[in-house]
DNA sequence: TTGTATGCGTTATCAG
DNA sequence: CTGATAACGCATACAA
């Protein structure tokens, strides 16, 4: 026996009352003699009992804790976005198990699964770019396990999500070049499989078309590791350096690719602004001190959390199977701060 | 009936035999005949049956799963030492539980119990800095959990530790800027409640005085938030920079408040490190971006969240309780980047 | 109001 | 080689 634990057992065998009335009187449930109950309660206080979280959970099959998956939390965007889905668990009494999928398929469904099988009671999740098979999540969804996803979604499950409009951050962010002289926008993006890098693909495409300029495909360059492997990153910021139509100005989603495509630059001796502008996505608070643009797009990280976590508790504590599930999009802000070229 | 899992009854019932017979199976113990084994090995594969760790927590008092408790996730410093923990921990089938103390000693007090009472087989811990009152710890340290302290430690439990070398960090920084012929060196420090910070401290002090450099205690502030509140550090700042003894260096342990510093400096209009040079100890892989300085410590983070797990692992798999502890000290790296005033 | 018995999923002990 | 039973800590239906 590895810890001495207080358990319910001990305070019936020192209080000479049987498992039932002490459990009932810690869970305030049934009416039992307030007197006992009074004594029980002392007691429990006293030896500083604590109910065994394990047993509940095997028994109740549920475990008042929520699981998040992300790909990684050293990015700035997930792990503010976890700071707001504590800020709303916490509150609630539920503990927040977090894990990372650095982007893997195999570590995405182990994890998944072993969250599960640990009785979570529900599960926030951003996929990762390598998945592309999500039955992983379709059985357990189906299964009856609430999942919401946030940032990075899927249309094939049926459930709340919640999203960044980086559609419109992206238009927003291409538009504002294009009305500051700049007209050569490459576009260093992230692994095409995601939905949020089509998106922004689309802000981007639809905001040079409304202004005349002609998309060029070869101004657009995929990263399948999302910014996390810095040579990726250099690399295609080279081939779009080294093309004939060279870029006057940057459009990087994500905080890790906004930081690379910097670094990138840096190494190549280019300044920002002054030889290219930068506009990234990012929720980097060190993003002030680069100068890296005009401007920023702010992504409500910490929001963005909330919100979902929200949704999750909506669907948690709703005692009918809900069926009416909902997109929530929240709106990014361009944070201007130079406006000429 | 929330989830309809497979059990070991379930195979039982199936196939016609008792639950012991399965479970003995399924793990491979005691001789049973290999033919219902291999019977039973199939089915099971085929059903896709999966133990539940849950009842195997209750039953076995562990959890295979280690428990890790930090200040903040949204800090590259503690980001890479987590994946370094994951890293070891993964590898042996273990699952790692994050957890946040934001600081807060009311915080770590809960989560640690709750992890505790998760059955996790080990805790990694890196102490909030409002934590002086150790209990929390030592009473469950009495009771047999193993615990490994990185980065932030204490001297009042007698267990394996893993530390940066942070007095040397701090003397190499000083001394690099003294050679670079910078005489007033401010440091901007995190709470001094914190093992990590006095180190620091010694570190400057004794770089100081070993080349005959007045110490002015008004060039060292703390704060006690570690640079989690801008604010806080802001004011520090400008306490030292509107001294009568204005600095033209600045030595800064730490991610968050290293950036924060530099956030501030820019507010203030100064030029880094034309105005002020700047040395912080930080794992952000930002920092190349800002040309902070002449240079900067880098400190061990991946490495020392594996060497922490290692010790873990060590106290863990133990059979008789482990009585020589050892501190594990980590060596900092100076970064050298520009060597003139 | 309180006690007894049962079960959550699994393994260990003991009998057969 | 296999099966019945108890136990891990707790909650609850049922009985008293």
Chains 1, 2 share one sequence.
Do not use: W
């Not at 039992?32 to 002392?42: A, D, F, G, R, V």
């Not at 700035?76 to 916490?90: D, L």
């Not at 948690?316 to 199977?321: D, Q």
């Amino acid at each position: 026996m590895k810890f001495e634990t207080v358990t319910i057992k001990d305070i019936a065998k020192a209080l000479g009352l049987s498992t039932s009335t002490v459990s009932r009187a810690l869970r305030g449930s049934y009416e039992i003699s307030s007197e006992t109950k009074k004594l029980l309660l002392e007691y429990a206080e006293k030896i500083n009992y604590r109910p065994n979280p394990i047993a509940l959970s095997l028994k109740e099959r549920r475990s008042r804790s929520i699981g998040v998956i992300v790909c990684e939390i050293a990015n700035n965007f997930f792990s503010q976005a976890i700071n707001g889905i504590e800020s709303i668990a916490y509150n609630r009494g539920y503990h927040v198990i977090i894990s990372q999928s650095h982007e893997s398929f195999e570590r995405e469904m182990v994890t998944v699964q072993h969250l599960a099988s640990r009785s979570v009671d529900g599960l926030l999740v951003s996929i990762a770019s390598e998945t592309t098979d999500l039955s992983h999540f379709i059985e357990l969804h189906e299964k009856g396990l609430p999942i919401v996803f946030f940032d990075r979604i899927t249309n094939e499950i049926e459930t709340h999500k919640v999203v960044v409009n980086n559609y419109k951050g992206a238009y927003d962010a291409t538009t504002h070049l294009i009305n500051n002289g700049f007209k050569k926008i490459a576009h260093i993006t992230g692994s095409p499989s995601l939905s949020i890098t089509m998106e922004r693909l689309r802000g981007y495409k639809e905001a040079l078309e409304a202004n005349n300029i002609p998309h060029d495909e070869k101004l657009v360059q995929y990263c399948h590791h999302n910014g996390m492997i810095y040579d990726e990153v250099e690399e295609a910021l080279m081939k779009v350096m080294k093309g004939k139509n060279k870029p006057d100005a940057l459009l990087t989603p994500g905080d890790r690719l906004t930081t690379s495509c910097m670094t990138a630059l840096k190494k190549m001796g280019k300044k920002i602004p002054e030889d290219i502008a930068l506009i990234g996505f990012t929720n980097t608070n060190l993003a002030d001190l680069f100068n890296p643009s005009l401007s920023a797009i702010r992504q409500p990280a910490f929001e963005m959390g909330q919100v979902a976590t929200e949704l999750l508790f909506q669907i948690i504590e709703s005692k009918r199977p809900v069926t009416d599930f909902e997109t929530r999009v929240l709106e990014t802000e361009l944070f201007i701060r130079e406006t000429t070229k």
